[in-house]
């Protein structure tokens, strides 16, 4: 069975400072990995995703993530935080052996001004 | 394009009532889902359908039933509601696993 844990439900930073959400995921076969965010009072839309190409991989709205086989994880980040970034963040894994995506608990990222 | 639209957005039942939610998607996809996402809880899988008239359970499908007759439709039928159903339900679909999901915007429901 696959499954994901998002290490910690809330994270704040500053406005301008590194953002950082982790995530670690567990996999029998290869795995494909997904950030979402979800805006209050809207439905998730897709960040990213690691198919298993390049390891790291480029989002929309400035984030990246990069993936780790040696250490499970799938850890999202951006250099520079902005207001507009607080939102719930949702890591995820699938396998093209399955028809279904795992979400994980999801992280609350607050900006700090 | 509309993508995926779920109908209706809000509702309050009362205990014991039935009703259908109903999402819709003009994009396509051969796959839907419907999730439901409570605080600190995440999305869990309630059912889902790999194409129409195929349906398959979830991580929580008890008190729920889907059904997928046409390839743009999902319904999701409670039967009798419980305020253990009260939550925000989403519904997605996708043209394949592993290409990710396009979400709708959400149904809040509340069971009083």
């Known amino acids: 069975a696959q499954s994901v844990t998002q290490l910690g439900s809330h994270v704040s930073v500053s406005e301008g400072a590194l953002v950082l959400l982790r995530c670690n995921y567990s996999?029998?076969?290869?795995?494909?990995l997904f950030w979402y965010v979800q805006y209050p009072n809207q439905g998730l839309q897709l960040l990213l995703k690691?198919?298993?190409?390049?390891?790291l991989v480029k989002g929309i709205n400035g984030f990246e993530a990069e993936f780790k086989k040696s250490e499970t994880s799938f850890h999202l980040t951006k250099p520079s935080a902005h207001m507009s970034d607080a939102a719930e963040y949702f890591c995820?894994?699938?396998?093209?052996?399955?028809?279904?995506?795992?979400f994980g608990k999801g992280t609350r990222l607050h900006i700090l001004p | 394009n509309a993508g995926v639209t779920q109908t209706p957005k809000f509702r309050v039942l009362k205990t014991g009532q039935s009703m259908t939610l109903l999402c819709a998607q003009d994009?396509?996809?051969?796959?839907m889902y419907w999730y439901r996402q409570d605080p600190g809880m995440g999305l869990r899988l309630i059912h889902y359908?790999?194409?129409?008239?195929?349906?398959a359970k979830g991580e929580v499908p008890d008190g729920y039933n889907v059904s997928r007759l046409k390839k743009q439709n999902f319904l999701l039928g409670l039967e009798s509601a419980a305020p253990s159903q009260t939550s925000v339900y989403f519904c997605?679909?996708?043209?394949?696993?592993?290409?990710?999901?396009?979400f709708g915007s959400g149904t809040r429901l509340t069971v009083v």
């Open positions: 690691y198919t298993s190409a390049a390891t």
């Open positions: 995820a894994v699938t396998s093209n052996r399955d028809d279904k995506i795992i």
């Open positions: 996999s029998s076969v290869p795995p494909y």
């Open positions: 994009m396509n996809h051969e796959y």
């Open positions: 359908s790999v194409g129409e008239g195929t349906t």
């Open positions: 997605a679909s996708s043209y394949s696993n592993p290409y990710g999901y396009t």
